[in-house]
C-alpha cells in the first residue's frame, strides 16, 4: 500500500506504464510516441490550464480517460452510430475497470476508487460538476490536437454535426476555452459555420 501523500504520483505512473504499453503511436516533437501515453499527458495538461485546484478525483480521471484504450478497438462493433455507441460504452467500462484496479493496488478506499470510476463513465454529465469538467476537457483536447486529422477524413457536413455534438456536451466554461484555441483558419471555419456564424 501506499502512503497517502505518494497515492496520487503512484498512480499517475501506473496509468502512464499501462498506456505506453499502446502499440500506435504519434509523432510528437519529431519523436514517435505512444498514443495514449501521449493523450492522457495531453488531457492533465488541458486539466491544469482550464481549472488551477482540480480535486484528486478528477485530476486522475483525467489521465485516465482512455486507458489502454486500443484493447477494444472500434472494428469490433457494427459500423454506423449504433456500433459507434455500443462501442463508447464498452470503452467507458473498460477505462473504469482498469483505472479502479490501478487505484485499488496503490491503496485508494472503494468510495474514491466508485467516484473516479463513476467519472469514466461520465454519470450525470452536466449535473456533476466534476463529470462536466472531465467532459470539457475531453472535448477541448480533441479539438486542439484531432479534430483537423478528423475533419480530413470525413465530409464537411460529418465534420460540422460532430463539431456540434461536441459543442452541445460543453460547459459555458469549456466552450469559452474552445473559442481560444489556436486553431487554424480552415478549422476556424468549421467551427463558425457549426455554430452559425
Avoid at 162 to 174: D, E, V
Wanted: one cysteine or more.
Amino acid at each position: 500500500m501506499t502512503d497517502s501523500a505518494d497515492r496520487p504520483a503512484a498512480a499517475l505512473r501506473l496509468i502512464d506504464a499501462a498506456n505506453a504499453e499502446d502499440p500506435n503511436t504519434e509523432l510528437v516533437a519529431g519523436q514517435p510516441r505512444p498514443s495514449a501515453l501521449v493523450y492522457g499527458e495531453r488531457m492533465s495538461q488541458r486539466l491544469a490550464q482550464l481549472v488551477p485546484e482540480p480535486s484528486e478525483a478528477l485530476r486522475l480521471a483525467a489521465r485516465a480517460q482512455h486507458l489502454q484504450r486500443w484493447v477494444i478497438p472500434r472494428e469490433r462493433y457494427p459500423e454506423g452510430r449504433k456500433g459507434y455507441h455500443q462501442w463508447r460504452t464498452a470503452l467507458a467500462r473498460y477505462h473504469a475497470e482498469r483505472a479502479g484496479a490501478i487505484l485499488l493496488q496503490v491503496g485508494y478506499d472503494e468510495v474514491f476508487v466508485a467516484r473516479v470510476q463513476s467519472m469514466l463513465r461520465k454519470e450525470r454529465l452536466k449535473l456533476d460538476a466534476d463529470v462536466q469538467l472531465l467532459e470539457d476537457v475531453a472535448c477541448l483536447v480533441f479539438l486542439e490536437h484531432y479534430f483537423e486529422p478528423f475533419a480530413a477524413r470525413h465530409d464537411e457536413a460529418k465534420t460540422v454535426d460532430i463539431l456540434r455534438k461536441t459543442w452541445r456536451k460543453m460547459s459555458a466554461l469549456g466552450q469559452q476555452a474552445a473559442l481560444a484555441l489556436p486553431l487554424s483558419a480552415s478549422a476556424t471555419a468549421l467551427v463558425q459555420r457549426a455554430l452559425g456564424g
